[in-house]
């Protein structure tokens, strides 16, 4: 990172800043109550970090937060495979080690039962030293879509209180089946005891409330016109958006889907006529008078788009968690009033260099309540190669540029990611990337082990695995480099089109003397902490 050369004032944080850090901290802590069972079959795992103060492998982590729908008695726990749903994952899927359990006691949930008990791979399984019932496993599977692998939640009685304390379920995956390292490992059909448990690849930990509980929580946001707080329960802040040109695609998401146990539950406004959460007036701010009192299910996300001075907005055609926006889209748009009593002309404030602002709308038929937005910043200032910036002229985004203008004040890099990395030139496939993970509060990404490449199982066989699976990250010095690390040899496989080979900055900035580390993640659909 660099500072300008220039004396500049700057301002302290803003207190609402700090509020949101704050507040961000808070949503996503893990609970710190879990009870330290000391089970036998907990290892270290191939990161040679020690158990952590719970007595568990440390892991990456990924938090999902579901909602028990009402009327339903049971409520399904989703993992993020590619092919979950269908009666077979992608070949990228982990197939070493699912583990479902309570995540408070590391033991058992009495909650769980297998979603299909006719060909469940998932087991009763025992701790092999205190004989303790730690859950269901399954193990070197040949299958892990739902049937297989998945579980259901069986809700308690008093579940859908408001102020039902809920509960935590979480489930540990890998790629790898290095429980076999010892001849004491884990053969689910032929035993239920564990002694050994494999090197995880994430631990993916479901926080459980009410239908109720998710619903006060948007209609307080709503309410909250301190301006300290959010404006909606996801509030995204600034994002900015480099694009190429008018048809350039940014996603937006919001955390939740459309139905199912990560739906949004909400209680709707009574009109949504004139009701925005970007008031100028008292009239347009929502208020608790507004809300109807029968909750409902989202089964649909509405996305609005207003313009840069919040006079007119538009809603745009996507009715899912993901909205493509675009330049031309918005330009394209019918576009109202923002007391939407009239349709008006085509704002003339949409383009470079200027901002929307977005809200989604939970909806169920023409029940809507807001609950995420999001201030898009449009930057013409899209990502390109150094031959690209050197033949648009785009000197000021040169390393030399910044070299001249600006003084260095802190170096952001991965090549001292951990101690056992260098700055030599890769001579072998496994010394061209970190053997280590990265600190794991820093990634929500499974870590690629280049050491356990005969362990990585995947469709009944095993294959050197150098490269990152579907939701798995690595640090490399070269991609695609005959001799280490090209494509379909010694283990990796990259998925740039034309086989380039791939070096980091410091490369670049040293002419090739000096090798750093890239990271390179093989991303899930979710966005996650890198």
């Known amino acids: 990172m660099k500072s300008r050369k220039n004396n500049i004032n700057r301002p302290a944080p803003s207190r609402r800043l700090l509020l949101q850090l704050l507040a961000m ?13 000391s089970l036998g079959f907990h290892k270290n795992g191939q990161s040679g970090l020690p158990l952590d103060s719970r007595g568990m492998q440390q892991t990456a982590e990924w938090h999902y937060y579901y909602y028990l729908p009402t009327g339903s008695s049971t ?3 989703e993992l993020p495979f590619a092919g979950w749903g269908d009666s077979s994952t992608n070949d990228l899927e982990p197939y070493g080690w699912i583990r479902w359990y309570d995540y408070t006691t590391d033991l058992k949930s009495d909650r769980l039962t297998v979603y299909n008990s006719s060909s469940t791979s998932l087991y009763n399984s025992k701790d092999n030293d205190s004989k303790k019932d730690i859950g269901l496993i399954a193990g070197s599977l040949g299958n892990s879509a739902r049937n297989y692998a998945g579980v259901k939640y069986n809700k308690p009685t008093g579940a859908d209180a408001e102020d039902w304390a809920g509960e935590t379920i979480a489930c540990d995956v890998s790629r790898y089946n290095d429980y076999n390292l010892t001849k004491r490992g ?7 005891y564990v002694e050994h448990e494999p090197t995880l690849s994430i631990r993916y930990i479901f926080h459980i409330k009410s239908a109720a509980y998710l619903a006060k929580q948007i209609k307080d946001a709503l309410c909250d016109h301190s301006r300290a707080a959010d404006l909606t329960l996801e509030d995204n802040k600034r994002i900015v958006f480099g694009a190429k040109d008018a048809n350039a695609n940014m996603t937006l998401r919001t955390n939740m889907k459309n139905s199912g146990g990560q739906s949004y539950w909400f209680y709707p406004l009574r009109t949504t006529k004139g009701k925005t959460v970007y008031p100028t007036t008292e009239a347009q701010k929502i208020t608790a008078a507004d809300f109807n ?20 907005f538009c809603q745009l055609s ?15 748009a019918t576009w109202r009033n923002v007391s939407n009593d009239a349709k008006t002309s085509k704002p003339t404030d949409i383009g470079f260099e200027q901002t929307v602002y977005v809200v989604a709308w939970a909806a169920n038929g023409d029940y809507m309540c807001p609950v995420a937005n999001f201030e898009v910043f449009i930057h013409k200032g899209y990502p390109k190669t150094k031959d690209e910036l050197t033949a648009d002229g785009d000197v000021d985004r040169t390393i030399s540029y910044f070299e001249d203008k600006y003084e260095q004040q802190m170096d952001i890099s991965f090549d001292d990611d951990n101690p056992d990395l260098t700055l030599d030139a890769p001579t072998t496939p496994l010394d061209n990337m970190s053997l280590k993970p990265s600190d794991f509060k820093s990634r929500a990404y499974g870590f690629t082990y280049a050491e356990l490449s005969s362990y990585d199982y995947y469709k009944g066989g095993t294959h050197n695995g150098k490269s990152p699976i579907h939701g798995d990250y690595g640090l490399y010095k070269s991609g695609n480099l005959h001799g280490i690390s090209y494509t379909d040899q010694n283990g990796y496989k990259w998925w740039a089109e034309g086989s380039p080979t791939i070096f980091d900055r410091t490369y670049a900035k040293t002419s090739g003397k000096q090798y750093g580390h890239f990271l390179y993640v093989d991303a899930s659909n979710e966005s996650r902490q890198i």
Do not use: G, H, R
Not at 186 to 192: F, G, S
């Open 75 to 77: 409520m399904e726990l």
């Open 318 to 332: 996507s009715t899912t968690q993901f909205c493509d926006l675009t330049i031309n889209a918005l330009k394209n």
């Open 186 to 192: 884990y053969y689910p059909k032929y035993t239920n």
């Open 293 to 312: 009192t029968t909750m409902k299910q989202a089964t649909k996300i509405v996305w609005i788009v207003y313009n840069e001075d919040k006079t007119k």
């Open 25 to 37: 901290m808070a949503l996503t802590a893990a609970p710190s109550s879990v009870y330290a069972q």
